[in-house]
């Protein structure tokens, strides 16, 4: 299974912390723009008898905005949240099983403008070209928002499966996850790079105060 490559989003390793000092507010300029194809499957879901797989084989994902809100731990490590706001478009396929009878579907996919926040705690340190991020603690999954006429289609077929069981099958639950699908992460840990040639002279200091910030 293909997760969201995170290296091309590095700072989804970072994370956020509810109270305490104030965190600080970190943006990378450079990583606001488009990206391609950072998605393949998508969890699956199951609500009996219906259980189906997505997949978006073809995206293209704006990134319009991104803040990294982090409080240094010490060390090097960092508590914090990412936040980032996103749109975009691709392709759908869901690979449908109903009581044992399957069948595929494909549409176009709309991610409509959103903000996405991840939480965590991750070890920044210096590497030769530039930065090094090891996640200690993300999220194993994000729930995103999309649109597509393929979400009518599942919840069509849904619904003449729940009149053929005299209404035993509740298909509100396949609406939301179709429309709120999950995107896995990795196994919620995980190494990053930031190349200083994406990172001007104030994002470095920014880092560098990060990595030699004392204990709190």
Not at 138 to 160: A, F, K, N, T, Y
Not at 194 to 212: P, Y
């Amino acid at each position: 299974m293909r997760t969201l490559r995170l290296v091309a989003l590095p700072l989804l390793a970072t994370p956020l912390v509810a109270a305490g000092p104030a965190p600080r507010e970190l943006r990378f300029e450079s990583f606001n723009r488009v990206y391609t194809d950072l998605v393949g499957e998508l969890a699956p879901f199951a609500l009996d008898p219906v259980t189906v797989k997505l997949s978006s084989p073809k995206q293209i994902l704006l990134v319009r905005d991104h803040v990294a809100r982090l409080v240094p731990l010490g060390g090097g490590r960092v508590e914090g949240s990412l936040e980032i706001e996103l749109l975009g478009k691709g392709s759908l396929v869901a690979d449908l099983d109903l009581a044992g009878r399957a069948s595929r579907l494909a549409d176009d996919l709309i991610l409509p403008p959103q903000r996405v926040r991840l939480d965590g705690v991750a070890r920044l340190e210096r590497a030769p070209g530039g930065y090094r991020i090891v996640a200690e603690r993300m999220p194993r999954q994000v729930h995103v928002e999309v649109r597509s006429r393929l979400i009518d289609q599942v919840v069509g077929l849904c619904e003449g499966a729940s009149l053929l069981t005299l209404g035993s099958v509740d298909c509100g639950p396949v609406r939301g996850a179709l429309e709120r699908p999950a995107v896995p992460l990795g196994n919620g840990s995980g190494e990053f790079f930031l190349a200083d040639s994406e990172l001007d002279a104030a994002d470095r200091a920014e880092l560098d105060a990060l990595i030699a910030a004392p204990a709190r």
